[in-house]
């Protein structure tokens, strides 16, 4: 499976957790860190940790493992590595303080919706 699979398992996972604003970047270039960031963000920290419990167990039945997963008790802005695949979930409260789409303003944003409606 590719990295643009892996994208659209966690897309999906957070789309079923009812995430948000999802928003994906092509890192492609810009960062060595991974090639998509996801964003997106919960409306409680009980969301913020469903979304990203099921990205973890999505992607872990495709084969792939978290490499590492930061601020999960807190669930204000949990961090999930898969590697090619960075997702960021924040709670609502502060997604828009620490805007990541603004900080990686270069970089250009995926489209992932008539993949999602299949």
């Known amino acids: 499976m590719s990295e643009r699979d892996l994208l659209l398992t966690t897309v999906k ?16 270039g810009i960062s060595l860190i991974a090639d998509y960031f996801l964003i997106c963000h919960g409306n409680s920290d009980k969301q913020v940790q469903a979304i990203a419990k099921e990205m973890k167990e999505k992607a872990e039945e495709l084969g792939y ?13 949990i961090l999930v590595d898969f ?4 997702a960021h979930i924040f709670h609502r409260d ?17 489209s992932f919706q008539s993949e999602l409606n299949q």
């Open 13 to 28: 996972a957070a789309d079923d957790k009812r995430a948000e604003q999802i928003v994906a970047l092509n890192m492609k």
């Open 83 to 86: 590697g090619d695949v960075v």
């Open 94 to 110: 502060e997604r828009g303080y620490y805007n990541l789409e603004r900080l990686w303003g270069d970089a250009p944003i995926e």
């Open 65 to 77: 493992f978290v490499k590492r997963m930061e601020g999960f008790d807190e669930a204000r802005w």
